[in-house]
């Protein structure tokens, strides 16, 4: 008797885990085939080919019908215990050596992933290696000195800006450093440049304001990005895949916190932000208000003149003959 596939879905919950084992075996005669579950583990049905078999469950143990060829086995059991910070998929003996082996978990989503670990081919949080980018950025931005923003301030702004597509944090950071560049130009002479410079800077404040609002909104009522990816894997939905594997495979462990710790989070986020959000702009306002927030131009039958030229030349003594 050979095991072709197997596979083991777990949808844990607030009060308890169901589990569900799928095998595809071929058989050369008939036999009796043993499994053992995981302790708690209370057995709910068994299906050979879709059809309900009269097995019973003695202590861990479950013995299951084998008839000559192949069939596809399904038993599914609940264990009774709470989703906890620290979660293992059951620990299930197979009786046999396996292959193509898959383990797919099924994450309420009340739950935030922290971290994960199983089987090689499986899904990672890529947002733990995104933060040490993000350090790396805040140290950089912090050591230009064209803002007044440190470099945990940098890191708390794309801590939080992490929530939000990277279209939507690019422009937030590009304000700052545009702000920090035109305090750094100083005075621009001609007034065309002064209000076209002024209008930019205008707009992109008002899109790096909306950003922010979005980002906080996003924090605080939607679900968290962590950046979960590999094996076909998503947020609520991680599977891991063995090619091969003994009588008992490996089990996945997944690390989580309750919604209410990230939402808590990103309330501190969004409190933090405010009380800076008030101070950058009010860099802001005197970086652009400094030079004059406008310079108004005059219309001559000759084109546009600057005002300042104009009086300049009609205050000038006439030439002599």
């Given at each position: 008797?050979t ?21 595809e ?59 906890g ?21 099924q ?37 230009t ?20 597509p ?7 950071v ?29 707009f ?20 968290p ?32 916190a ?14 933090w932000?405010?009380?800076?959000l ?21 219309i ?18 006439p030439?002599?003959?």
């Amino acid at each position: 008797m050979t095991i072709d596939r197997s596979t083991l879905s777990v949808v844990p919950g607030q009060r308890a885990v169901d589990s569900e084992l799928q095998l595809e075996i071929r058989a050369s005669r008939g036999q009796q085939h043993r499994l053992q579950l995981p302790a708690a583990a209370e057995l709910r049905s068994v299906t050979i080919d879709g059809k309900t078999q009269p097995v019973r469950q003695s202590g861990r143990e479950v013995v299951i019908p084998v008839r000559p060829g192949a069939q596809t086995v399904v038993l599914a059991w609940r264990e009774a215990h709470q989703l906890g910070w620290h979660f293992e998929t059951p620990s299930v003996d197979l009786g046999l050596a396996s292959v193509n082996h898959a383990v797919s978990v099924q994450m309420p989503r009340d739950r935030w992933s922290l971290f994960l670990a199983g089987p090689l081919l499986g899904p990672a949080v890529l947002f733990w290696s995104a933060l040490l980018v993000i350090g790396l950025l805040a140290f950089g931005l912090s050591r230009t000195k064209l803002t007044p923003l440190g470099m945990l301030q940098w890191t708390l702004l794309g801590i939080g800006l992490t929530q939000v597509p990277l279209s939507g944090a690019v422009p937030v950071v590009l304000w700052l450093l545009a702000l920090g560049v035109r305090e750094r130009l100083g005075a621009v002479e001609s007034p065309i440049n002064h209000n076209l410079l002024q209008i930019v800077l205008a707009f992109l404040s008002l899109v790096s304001l909306r950003l922010l609002f979005d980002a906080v909104g996003q924090g605080l009522l939607g679900h968290p990005s962590m950046q979960i990816t590999g094996n076909d894997s998503s947020a609520f939905q991680l599977n891991w895949y063995q090619d091969r594997t003994g009588d008992i495979p490996e089990q996945a462990t997944v690390i989580s916190a309750p919604l209410w710790v990230y939402r808590a989070a990103m309330l501190g986020w969004a409190l933090w932000l405010a009380f800076a959000l008030l101070n950058w702009l009010k860099w802001g306002w005197s970086v652009l208000s400094r030079d004059g927030l406008w310079r108004r131009l005059a219309i001559t039958p000759r084109g546009w003149r600057f005002r300042k030229a104009r009086d300049e030349a009609e205050s000038s003594p006439p030439a002599k003959e």
